[in-house]
């Protein structure tokens, strides 16, 4: 019987606070591991348990475990020009808890991409996803 073998790994994570409430964290290095909280404490013990099975199922399935790089954190400034109506429509939180709504007018836009990535009790992963081409 083959032994599992235990490594320990480091990576930088990103906290941000929700609109609707607590905060996502993410960890660049691994595209597409998220996580949330409704506090601190807890969106890095969650995001700590999102890191550990993401490093497990890149193990499974034989894939290279990323190293991370040197990071770095900045601010830049865009000027964008909107029309009053839009600029009070970019950001409308959902109904439901820990979701929300990121609308454009559809005349700047020429194609949208659409997913959710849902974790229920650990068990079941959901991937809701949409194209539309406008």
Request: net charge positive; hydrophobic share 35%.
């Amino acid at each position: 019987m083959r032994r599992k073998r235990s490594a320990g790994f480091s990576y930088s994570v990103f906290y941000e606070q929700a609109a609707e409430g607590g905060y996502v964290a993410s960890v660049p290095a691994l595209p597409g591991c998220h996580s949330q909280g409704e506090t601190l404490e807890e969106a890095e013990s969650n995001i700590k348990e999102a890191i550990a099975l993401y490093l497990e199922s890149l193990a499974a399935h034989g894939e290279r475990i990323p190293q991370e790089g040197p990071s770095f954190q900045g601010r830049v400034s865009v000027p964008v020009s909107l029309s009053p109506a839009a600029n009070r429509s970019l950001w409308t939180p959902s109904r439901r808890p820990k979701a929300g709504v990121l609308t454009f007018p559809a005349d700047s836009l020429k194609r949208v991409t659409l997913s959710r990535l849902s974790f229920h009790g650990g068990a079941r992963i959901e991937i809701n996803s949409a194209s539309i081409s406008l």
